[in-house]
């Protein structure tokens, strides 16, 4: 991600990963892809964003989400859950 996208600091980077990772695993109807990730570190880099808190998962949801549906549903998990999964399986914990 990071030879697509070198404003990102490689901390926010493995965050990203992480996320979209566990957002994967949620039964949405389009899981985010490689695109989608690329776009939300852009986004977040632009923004410059350092590393993901619950405010900015939430704030920039719909760059890296397609439908309401999944919208709404990561955003009832998301916040701290989904920031405290992202966050220990971008320290290697989980």
């Known amino acids: 991600m990071r030879l697509r996208v070198p404003d ?4 926010l980077a493995r965050q990203v990963a992480a996320a979209v ?6 039964q949405l109807y389009k899981p985010p892809g490689v695109a989608e990730t ?3 570190a852009t ?5 410059g964003t350092a590393q993901l808190d619950e405010r900015t998962i939430l704030a920039t949801l719909g ?3 397609k439908y ?3 919208l ?3 955003r ?3 916040g701290e859950v989904l920031l405290k999964k992202a966050l220990e399986r971008a320290a290697g914990r989980a």
């Open 8 to 11: 990102v600091t490689e901390i």
């Open 21 to 26: 990772e566990e957002m994967r695993g949620m």
């Open 38 to 40: 690329i776009d939300w």
């Open 43 to 47: 986004a977040l880099g632009k923004l």
């Open 63 to 65: 760059t890296v989400l």
């Open 68 to 70: 309401r549906e999944d």
């Open 72 to 74: 709404d549903k990561v």
């Open 76 to 78: 009832l998990h998301a």
